[in-house]
T-cell receptor, first 113, second 112 residues
Framework: AQSVTQPDIHITVSEGASLELRCNYSYGATPYLFWYVQSPGQGLQLLLK??????LVQGIKGFEAEFKRSQSSFNLRKPSVHWSDAAEYFCAVVNNAGNMLTFGGGTRLMVKP | EAQVTQNPRYLITVTGKKLTVTCSQNMNHEYMSWYRQDPGLGLRQIYYSMNVEVTDKGDVPEGYKVSRKEKRNFPLILESPSPNQTSLYFC???????????FGSGTRLTVV
């Protein structure tokens, strides 16, 4: 069965500092991986996705993520965090059939002024 | 605008009173899913559908029903709601594995 682990439940960073959110997945085949962001009271917005090719993928809002097969990781990064980035971030993996999207528990990001 | 529309956004109901949460997408997506989000448990899949008249259980299907009579609509039915179904519900749709899912804005359900 596929699974996703986000080890950090809460992270606080200062505005302008760099950010890395960790994600580890378990899946038997080549994974299709996603990062979503959920602002308070909102739905989930797709930040970026990986399914093949270049292991460094670029997303919206200045985010990027790197797929490392040897470490079963798909960490999300941003060089300089803005106060508007405060939200909850979810890593997810979908099975090859595309019908089962499994989420990690989420990481809540707080941004200090 | 491409979107997934859920209604209602908020609903308070009483135990045992049947309710339906509607979900509609305008992107001609084959795949649709329902999730519930609970503190400490994250998002869990309730049901999914891979096309019209094709539905299957996700991780937490007990107490829920779905139907997919048209491609664009995927309603979630709680025939006898109970307080443990108080949650935030999301509908999502996708055109395929590599494309990711588009989510609705959510329905916050309270069962008293």
């Amino acid at each position: 069965a596929q699974s996703v682990t986000q080890p950090d439940i809460h992270i606080t960073v200062s505005e302008g500092a760099s950010l890395e959110l960790r994600c580890n997945y378990s899946y038997g085949a080549t994974p299709y991986l996603f990062w979503y962001v959920q602002s308070p009271g909102q739905g989930l917005q797709l930040l970026l996705k990986y399914f093949s090719g270049d292991t460094l993928v670029q997303g919206i809002k200045g985010f990027e993520a790197e797929f490392k097969r040897s470490q079963s990781s798909f960490n999300l990064r941003k060089p300089s965090v803005h106060w508007s980035d405060a939200a909850e971030y979810f890593c997810a993996v979908v099975n090859n059939a595309g019908n089962m999207l499994t989420f990690g528990g989420g990481t809540r990001l707080m941004v200090k002024p | 605008e491409a979107q997934v529309t859920q209604n209602p956004r908020y609903l308070i109901t009483v135990t045992g009173k049947k309710l339906t949460v509607t979900c509609s997408q305008n992107m001609n997506h084959e795949y649709m899913s329902w999730y519930r989000q609970d503190p400490g448990l994250g998002l869990r899949q309730i049901y999914y559908s891979m096309n019209v008249e094709v539905t299957d259980k996700g991780d937490v299907p007990e107490g829920y029903k779905v139907s997919r009579k048209e491609k664009r609509n995927f309603p979630l039915i709680l025939e006898s709601p109970s307080p443990n179904q108080t949650s935030l519900y999301f509908c999502a749709s996708s055109s395929g594995t590599a494309y990711g899912y588009t989510f609705g804005s959510g329905t916050r359900l309270t069962v008293v």
